[in-house]
Nanobody
Framework: QVQLVESGGGLVQAGGSLRLSCAAS????????MGWFRQAPGKEREFVAS????????YYAASVKGRFTISRDNARNTVYLQMNSLKPEDTAVYYC??????????????????WGQGTQVTVSS
């Protein structure tokens, strides 16, 4: 089992920045690929970014590429999502997720085995 706890969400003005953190406990975090997803009210959960177990391979949704950066610190069992130039349409609950031992990056929800409870990000215009 892997337990994931997100933090760092909040209210920010458009153009501002936030850094989300996802702390993992349980099985070997360093073996897992990690992802960030988000869900806005009335919409389906969507992919944001993914990083492989080593941190070398990263993948971003087109809507956030160039503004968001995913990273990980395996010594701290934590994955981060640095969000810059935030827009009102980035408002959502953000979830981190973990998949497979030594898995590659993925943008499919179904590929992820463990999920956090989410953290709210609200961007005001």
């Amino acid at each position: 089992q892997v337990q994931l706890v997100e933090s760092g969400g909040g209210l920010v003005q458009a153009g501002g920045s936030l850094r989300l953190s996802c702390a993992a406990s349980g099985r070997s975090f360093s073996n897992f690929a990690m992802g960030w997803f988000r869900q806005a009210p009335g919409k389906e959960r969507e992919f944001v970014a993914s990083i492989n177990w080593s941190g070398i391979s990263k993948y971003y949704a087109a809507s956030v590429k160039g503004r968001f950066t995913i990273s990980r610190d395996n010594a701290r069992n934590t994955v981060y999502l640095q969000m810059n130039s935030l827009k009102p349409e980035d408002t959502a609950v953000y979830y981190c997720a973990a998949r497979g031992s030594y898995a590659s990056v993925s943008y499919y929800l179904r590929d992820y085995d463990y999920w956090g409870q989410g953290t709210q990000v609200t961007v005001s215009s």
